[in-house]
């Protein structure tokens, strides 16, 4: 019995040329490759990667492992905590109030500065820059970001 896979693989094959097919699994390769570095580069940086849902209510679509220079886990971020969880609690609302403004006046990009809770508990300074991304009728649908420590006090 074929898997759908096997089945979805088959119609692929029927209506590409083996050359067509080819060339496919080529740029599939190269974009794979092409990933694998830049995921590379960032968890190599001291830059944290983060993309949140911002048509919802800002919860992560995707967090750099790099995350763990304060003590967390990337996948922690998928299912027990939110990135919110982690910001200093007496700074959680400045943050949320300045995304939700950002996001309602139609704002492409953002600097926010504030302070972040280490798994240990240790406060530290951060930058965030974000890039708001719009859909095709104007609303904003993701908030793509790098995080980086700064020496700098935040905002609050």
């Given at each position: 019995?074929?898997?759908?896979?096997?089945?979805?693989?088959?119609?692929?094959?029927?209506?590409?040329?083996?050359?067509?097919?080819?060339?496919?699994?080529?740029?599939?390769?190269?974009?794979f490759e092409?990933?694998?570095?830049?995921?590379?580069?960032?968890?190599?940086?001291?830059?944290?990667?983060?993309?949140?849902?911002?048509?919802?209510?800002?919860?992560?679509?995707?967090?750099?492992?790099?995350?763990?220079?304060?003590?967390?886990?990337?996948?922690?971020?998928?299912?027990k905590?939110?990135?919110?969880d982690?910001?200093?609690?007496?700074?959680?609302?400045y943050?949320?109030?300045?995304?939700?403004?950002?996001?309602?006046?139609?704002?492409?990009?953002?600097?926010?500065k504030?302070?972040?809770?280490?798994?240990?508990?240790?406060?530290?300074?951060?930058?965030?820059?974000?890039?708001?991304?719009?859909?095709?009728?104007?609303?904003?649908?993701?908030?793509?970001?790098?995080?980086?420590?700064?020496?700098?006090?935040?905002?609050?």
């Open positions: 019995m074929k898997t759908n896979a096997e089945k979805d693989i088959g119609t692929i094959e029927k209506e590409l040329s083996k050359e067509e097919l080819l060339h496919v699994m080529e740029k599939d390769k190269d974009a092409k990933l694998t570095v830049l995921e590379s580069i960032i968890n190599n940086s001291p830059f944290i990667a983060l993309s949140r849902d911002a048509s919802k209510d800002f919860s992560v679509v995707f967090i750099s492992e790099n995350i763990s220079q304060f003590g967390y886990k990337a996948e922690d971020f998928m299912s905590i939110s990135y919110n982690i910001i200093q609690p007496d700074e959680r609302e943050v949320k109030l300045e995304l939700m403004e950002n996001c309602r006046e139609g704002s492409k990009y953002i600097t926010l504030y302070r972040i809770m280490t798994k240990k508990g240790e406060e530290r300074p951060v930058e965030e820059r974000i890039f708001i991304q719009h859909g095709p009728q104007g609303n904003p649908m993701y908030l793509q970001s790098i995080i980086f420590e700064t020496h700098a006090k935040s905002n609050v």
